[in-house]
């Protein structure tokens, strides 16, 4: 599509300011997050002049290297990983503030050594003794990790420096686990210096629904029960678990993307206005949202969720293998790989309006998608015509690969009698604004280094997640699946998913090149 005028916006708001001075540690340093997301990512913010001159990383992990090797190291995996060319002199001024020592996450005495590291390397780049702990870790090191910060000062904050924490997930495997994470934390550090991250959170087309929704008037007059039908959100992947077996087999679809990914996504696309942008406006108004999931009884488990696991099949034209002869599942492997559910949210605005989603590996096509498809029109007028239905309107948010905006509508197909044709009015982010190289942390990273928590989850909406999917695990884990694998890589899933929206009437709307 053609051309656009850019609302003039104000400049910081276009720019964006440069992040504090502060440190960056980062545990896990020679894991592959770090290798492939967070180097690139701070480099891409370097490059935008959004990361403070005065800044440093401090690398750590298990290996003995010296700033040395570490640097060389980096330097290799950044050919590999930069999303654009990198320039020389801008590496340079990177690598020299580059660090690393040696530990493992959980004895006590790395701790006491990264302290006294990290008082030289705060004043060679003037870094004001702001850090910003990036746990790029195992799971099980999060607890201890920042204990052992808070034990030797490394938490304390004063009116002169900030203290922050970035945590990946998983958070917790349940409920329980989640909520015990949470005191653990909160026993050494204060709610605004953790950070949650979902990285759901660093695409543009995901923030982009706050901008749809509450910054155009069409929309959010018709945005409600009385003329939306239902939403679909749909996370399909054609991957497998690739090297992840021994992780993914524990978590399985439903933990691995519903309480965390999907849960983003409904709660953007549910939730009503906040009273502002600022981060405690928008996650309480999200976190309200996931208060008013209906929780599921065990029966609604039995009748409004499907889980899957795919035997093999054929991608892209060649034959791929069943889940249970990836390595490392064991080949009676009960996990599922995919999932789809019904869910009720209940409060004014949505009730009786389903919300469906479904999300899962090896499927028959890479797309992220919010359908919102609206009632039908009444067919009155069109009774005396060869027309036989009319087809919803569907507002279609692409979150990926393709991303953009689409509106599906009837129009007349041309000739002498009344018949219609679906067609599609569709925005590209690429065709207005181009395409910018990036990894998806950079505004994360940015986000925190400037304070602003709005795109990390609080404690409470970790919580309010795991509440959502606890009873379905439950009931899972009791009665554990008899018919697996029960659907074929390369297909849409099993075929229980269509029939969860079938038996009401609705079909899933596929992705479509
Ligand atoms: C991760 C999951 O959090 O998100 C992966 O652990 C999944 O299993 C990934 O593939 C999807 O992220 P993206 O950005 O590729 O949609």
Redo the contacts with the bound molecule.
């Keep these: 599509m053609g051309h656009t005028e850019l609302m003039p916006a104000a400049p910081q708001l276009r720019t964006g300011r440069p992040a504090d001075p502060c440190t960056m540690v980062i545990f896990g340093a020679a894991g592959d997050l770090t290798r492939r997301k967070l180097i690139p990512a701070l480099y891409n913010l370097a490059k935008s002049d959004l990361l403070s001159r005065e800044f440093a990383i401090v690398g750590v992990a298990r290996a003995e290297m010296s700033d040395e090797v570490f640097r060389k190291k980096i330097t290799e995996d950044m050919k590999q990983f930069a999303s654009d060319g990198v320039d020389s002199d801008l590496w340079e001024w990177f690598l020299r503030r580059m660090h690393y020592v040696r530990g493992n996450f959980g004895e006590k005495d790395l701790y006491p050594r990264l302290r006294d590291l990290l008082e030289k390397v705060d004043e060679e780049h003037s870094t004001h003794g702001n850090h910003l702990y990036y746990l790029a870790t195992s799971a099980d090191y999060f607890g201890p990790v920042v204990e052992n910060l808070a034990a030797v000062g490394l938490m304390e904050e004063s009116e002169h420096h900030w203290r922050r924490v970035i945590i990946e997930?998983p958070f917790g495997h349940d409920l329980e686990s989640a909520r015990a994470l949470n005191q653990r934390l909160l026993s050494v550090a204060k709610e605004h210096q953790i950070y949650r991250i979902d990285?759901y959170l660093g695409k543009e087309t995901v923030q982009n629904i706050l901008a749809l929704r509450f910054a155009n008037g069409i929309f959010e007059p018709i945005w409600n029960r009385r003329y939306i039908d239902h939403v679909q959100i749909s996370?399909t992947?054609t991957?497998g678990v690739e090297q992840r077996g021994s992780y993914y087999d524990q978590a399985g679809a439903l933990r691995?993307?519903v309480p965390n990914?999907m849960m983003q996504l409904i709660s953007l696309t549910a939730m009503e206005p906040p009273v502002s942008f600022q981060a405690d406006a928008v996650r309480d108004e999200q976190n309200k949202i996931l208060r008013a999931i209906q929780p599921y009884t065990p029966e609604d488990v039995l009748i409004k969720t499907v889980r899957g696991q795919y035997g093999e099949g054929i991608i892209n034209g060649e034959r791929v293998p069943a889940y249970r002869e990836e390595p490392d599942v064991p080949p009676d492997s009960r996990t599922e790989t995919c999932v789809a559910m019904k869910l009720s949210i209940d409060n004014w605005r949505w009730a009786d309006v389903p919300f469906y989603l479904r999300t899962g590996k090896r499927l028959a096509a890479r797309h992220?998608q919010i359908v919102i498809q609206f009632r039908r029109a009444p067919f009155v007028l069109f009774r005396d015509t060869p027309v036989e239905t009319l087809m919803p309107n569907q507002l279609v948010v692409h979150i990926?690969p393709e991303e953009g905006i689409s509106l599906r509508f009837a129009a007349k197909v041309p000739g002498p009698s009344m018949r219609l044709g679906a067609v599609d009015m569709s925005f590209e982010y690429r065709d207005y604004f181009g395409t910018q190289p990036s990894t998806?942390y950079e505004r994360l990273l940015h986000d925190c280094m400037i304070g602003d928590a709005t795109l990390f989850q609080r404690a409470d909406m970790v919580e309010a997640g795991w509440c959502v999917v606890s009873p379905v695990l439950d009931v899972w884990k009791a009665l554990p699946p008899r018919y697996f694998p029960n659907y074929a890589a390369g297909t849409w899933g099993p075929k229980e998913a269509d029939d969860l929206l079938e038996r009401e009437g609705r079909h899933w709307r596929n992705f479509e090149k």
Excluded: A, I, Y
């Design positions: 997930k990285h996370v992947e991957v691995d993307m990914h992220t990926q998806g």
